[in-house]
Antibody, heavy 122, light 109 residues
Framework: EVHLVESGGDLVQPGRSLRLSCAASGFTFDDYVMHWVRQAPGKGLEWVSGISWNSRSIDYAESVVGRFTISRDNAKNALYLQMNSLRAEDTALYYC???????????????WGQGTLVTVSS | SSELTQVPAVSVALGQTVRITCQGGSLRKYYANWYQQKPGQAPLLVIYGKNSRPSGIPDRFSGSSSGNTASLTVTGTLAEDEADYYCQSRDSASSLLWVFGGGTKLTVL
């Protein structure tokens, strides 16, 4: 059974850093592209960042470019999000999600974790 | 980057049919995926690609697309279908970039 478990969320002051982790199990982790998606309180979903299976391709939402860094350790079945220079508007529940595809045609996020809460406040 | 536009809220009478729409330029190139989210829960994929349902999703959920508009239709809506629904599409700029619609709150009357 596929499991994605996020951790590392906390209350932090503006300008500080935080590192989120996502522990994956129940599937061959390095076969999949992985993503971070966030949801501010009472708001919608916002895609944050994605990373290819071999870490050679990475992309970020404009709102986090230059401040967040996504990475993965396939030996540990883990996905990470290093968040620097945090702002109040980064306050959100952060989900990790697995991307899959239907024989190379349709692409979608088939499994999500339960999220870890990041609160940026002084 | 691309944007996807959804109506913030729709309502439907119990047992009736409702369509939730999503508009955006990227939908001319990519199919939309649809996620259901209930309070306190992670998003759940309900429709992907042209019109496919993951295992366990009832066949009252269906998807369609025309031009720059994708639609999620719920036929014979049940009370348990009350939730937020989000469309999602790839961004034309990169295969790793994705975009979500703002979400539609479905209320079952």
């Amino acid at each position: 059974e596929v499991h994605l478990v996020e951790s590392g969320g906390d209350l932090v002051q503006p300008g500080r850093s935080l590192r989120l982790s996502c522990a994956a199990s129940g599937f061959t982790f390095d076969d999949y592209v992985m993503h971070w998606v966030r949801q501010a309180p009472g708001k919608g979903l916002e895609w944050v960042s994605g990373i290819s299976w071999n870490s050679r391709s990475i992309d970020y939402a404009e709102s986090v470019v230059g401040r967040f860094t996504i990475s993965r350790d396939n030996a540990k079945n883990a996905l990470y999000l290093q968040m620097n220079s945090l702002r109040a508007e980064d306050t959100a529940l952060y989900y990790c999600a697995r991307e899959t595809n239907d024989y190379g045609t349709s692409y979608y996020f088939d499994f999500w974790g339960q999220g870890t809460l990041v609160t940026v406040s002084s | 980057s691309s944007e996807l536009t959804q109506v913030p809220a729709v309502s439907v009478a119990l047992g009736q049919t409702v369509r939730i729409t999503c508009q955006g330029g990227s939908l001319r190139k990519y199919y939309a995926n649809w996620y259901q989210q209930k309070p306190g829960q992670a998003p759940l994929l309900v429709i992907y690609g042209k019109n496919s349902r993951p295992s366990g999703i009832p066949d009252r959920f269906s998807g369609s697309s025309s031009g720059n508009t994708a639609s999620l239709t719920v036929t014979g809506t049940l009370a348990e279908d009350e939730a937020d629904y989000y469309c999602q599409s790839r961004d034309s700029a990169s295969s790793l970039l994705w975009v979500f619609g703002g979400g539609t709150k479905l209320t079952v009357l």
